[in-house]
Structure formats: structure tokens, C-alpha cells
């Protein structure tokens, strides 16, 4: 456990604690007098709450301000919670919204900087320096997952391999050849990884010079995290992130792995009640809330990001002060993450009501198999007419429900059209969501 801790930005990630609350009240300040002067959205919100920059004198007066959430973003698609001219955006990624709608963000030339610093951090978190070859398995494109972790690369002087996801069996020729000593993947695809490469005889611990892995974008357990490390010979690190505040590089865990260092001086973060909206103290079970201390062209200000979590602020061992995050502990919300992509059960049900021939009566089921990607499965009830019209016209709809599915969720589900009537009926709220994925890990 005593290893040499690495850390890329020892000023402000070992800055003394008074001192660093000291530079987050100052940018706090800025950001709630910058929000208020260019974006309409946070002008209206202050002034009906009678509150303005002058009003925060500490940092407990943030709860004086309002919460902001994903449907406020939704509002206002695409750019209209931006601080900025579009024209000044260096680049725009996105994520799918609750009924086909996309969540976007935005980030300057400086937000860029922001990025590439905090994902050096990552990598360095886990002792990656400019002599490793980067496997980098996130995807590519809107997604700020596969550019993210590729940003901080370049920035501490790595070698990357943009392999992004999919052709496991190429993938796993490239880690041997290529040289890769550094992986980046959704725990569940790193497991998936192991499977392909057991079945073509590489032992990814002999075979391969794999040392050190970053895992985050969905919720995974300890027990994955053992099985991943022994499968592969490498040391699996934790990370969290979110596209609204910055992507991947929000934190990380150092190699104590005892929670996740959060980015402090970026990102400042508050546990609340989630059903009361009162702030919460360290050691405390709650949802996390941040707030962009230094973003320019999406500020997000009191973000509720619907995960339950738990920080703590004693000091670790590994020298950094920065506040600690426990593995995201579930949602306060109905999201799924199914293979990194979140997916909400109001978007399977936009899809389904598009189709006349079925019934609004459907069940989603999550499962997530030992060694296996997650599975979405969607089970609805045809109307009587499809359904008497025989198994070639049910066949036909599925197919054409698969379709609409993925283009609205960005992930495949099967699709199953069942008899009318044959789905539980539930007297009170519709149980429409199984999830199995807690179960067997
Ligand atoms: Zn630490």
C-alpha cells in the first residue's frame, strides 16, 4: 500500500484546505455574477429568488441559490443555458435526453484546457506518465467519454490508441502488439475483454503488458473490480464523471482507492437530501450536487446530478486534500446506465407510444450476466388487431421497434411483442423496469 504517490498538479491538489476554500468563495462569486450576466435562464431564476452574487459571503451560502437540473437543460435545447456565442465553442458533445431529446454541452478553448488538466490528474492519479501506450476502448463521438480520456493523454505527453469500442478480437491483437500498458473501457466491456481473450488463448497477464486500467460510466461492484484485475494483471482505478460538468475528470481514486478525489477547484461539490433539498455534511448519504467553478461556456450552477453518494474530507494518505466520493451509491431518479449510455424509462415509452399497433403496456428488463455486456430487453403487448394478424406482422414490428429504439437510445434492446393482456397489471404505480444487475455480483 505505501506506494509513491504521482500527482500532476501538486499545487492545488495538496493546497491546504483554508486556502482552497479561500479560491473556491472567490470563483464561486465570479461564476454566480458571470452566469447572471450572460445567460438569461440564471437571471430570472436569482432575481424571482431575490439573491445575487453579493449574497454569497461564504461557501455555506450557496444554499441561498436555486438547484439546476438536466429538464432545465432539456428546456432550453440546444444552446440555450450557454454563456457563450456558439461560435466560440472549440467543441459540442452530447448526450441522449428523456424523450429524444439531447442533453448538450459545450466547451471553450479554456474549458478545453479545463478538460485536458483534469484528465491529466486522472491518468497521473494512477501513476500513467508520458512513457505508457494508452488503450483507450470508450467511444469516439458525441460521447465526451473516448475524447475525454484521449484529451488527457495528449496533455501528459502519452502515446494513445484511439481504438475505441467494438471488435474485441481486434482489440485484443492491438493491447499485444501495439504494446498497450494503459486501458480505458466501461468496467462491463473490460470484462467482456477477458472473455474474448480466454476464448483465443491469450492470457492477458503473460501475454500483454497491461499495468493499470480506468473504469467508470456505469456502476460497477468491488467484485468486478477483483475479477477485472485478475483476469487482466492490471490495477483497476474508479472514475466518475458526468457530460453536464465536464465528462470524465470530475475524480478519480488515488492508489489508496478510498474514494474518489474530486477536482475541487473546478468542480465543487454538495451532498443534499434529495427530498428536501437541505445541504448535508461529509460522511452523510445524499445526492451530489455541483456546481462549474471555472467553466465558460456551460456554467452549471447547484447541478442536481440525481447520483447518491457519500464525501468524505479527511486527509489521505496519498497527499492530496481534494474531497473523497464514495462509489455512486444509485440514482434518485429512474435512469438506467446500460452500457455506459444512459437510458430513462420515459424514452422507451416515447418509442413504443409512436407505434399504433402496440399497447402502452410494456416491461423493461436490465441484465447483466456474468462476463456479459449489459442486455435491455423490452417487452410490450400488441393491440388485438396485430396480434390476430400472425406471427410474420408481429416479427415485422419487432424489427421495426428495434430500429426506433436505437435511434432514439443510442443502444440496442431486444425487443419482444407479446400477447395483449399478458403483462402483470399492477394496481398502484407500474412496476415497468426489472433490473437483475445487482444480483450475482
Ligand atoms: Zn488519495
Redo the contacts with the bound molecule.
Sequence with gaps: MAKK?LIWNEEFETMPRPDLEKLQLERLKKIVAYCMERVPFYRELYTQAGVSADDIQSLEDIAKLPFTNKQDLRDRYPFGMFAVPVSELKQIHATSGTTGKMTVTGYTANDMEVWAETMARVYT?GGVTADDIIHNAYGYGLFTGGLGFHLGAQKIGATVIPVSGGLTKRQIEIMQDFGSTVLNCTPSYALVLAEEAEAMGVDLRKDTKLRVGFFGAEPWTDRMREEIEEAMGLEAYDIYGLAEIIGPGVSV????H??L?IAEDHFLPEIIDPATGEPLGYDQLGELVFTTLTKEGLPLIRYRTRDRTILHAEK?????TMV?MEKVLGRTDDMLVIRGINVFPSQVEHVLLQFEELEPQYMILVDREKRRLDTLEVLVEASHELYASGEEAIKETEKKVKEAMRETLYVSAAVRVVEPGSIERSMGKARRVVDKREVGF
Design positions: 504517490a492519479a481514486e488515488c492508489p489508496y478510498n474514494g478525489h489521505c494518505a496519498c497527499g492530496r473523497r
